[in-house]
């Protein structure tokens, strides 16, 4: 069956991923885990074309279950994956400044989660385990511990000269 493919969805590696998993819709979870590892969240694209290439499963299924687990994400991230928590411990001690100051660095309007040159995502979390280093953020699985409004400013700086250095 031919799959319409208006926004540039790698279909063949969609195949491959989709083969080297059996094609069996039992492993539906491990498929949409590597599709996510691939474009760095799960393209709706993508779930249409599992939804209908794969026997058994139909798009509204694919969707329903990238939806219902938290591991998925249905929205592009950043090269740099920027989670604040905003746990009880980390909220009282100052995590939505830190969240904010975020916003304004990156230049990101409410609503908006990842800057447009595709750089940085910015999500809050629950509690990450960590409260005695409230309030935390973690950039890309990397744990910064007591983050004020002037340091997560610093990180930002560094990581973006960093880019600027590299492009
Ligand atoms: S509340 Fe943030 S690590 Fe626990």
Known sequence: MS???????????????????????????????????????????????????????????????????????????????IRVCDGTACHVRGSMPVLNAIKAHLDLKDGQMTTKDGLFSLETVSCLGACGLAPVCVINGKVYPQMTSDAIKVILDTLLKEERGVN
């Open 3 to 81: 799959v319409e493919n208006p926004h540039k969805i790698d279909t063949a590696k969609l195949d491959y991923i989709i083969e080297s998993n059996g094609g069996k819709k039992s492993n539906l979870i491990a498929i949409l885990q590597k599709v996510q590892e691939e474009y760095r969240y799960l393209p709706e694209d993508a779930l249409i074309y599992i939804g209908t290439k794969m026997e058994g499963l139909s798009p509204a299924t694919v969707y329903g279950v990238a939806t219902f687990y938290a591991q998925f994400s249905l929205d592009p991230k950043g090269k740099y994956e």
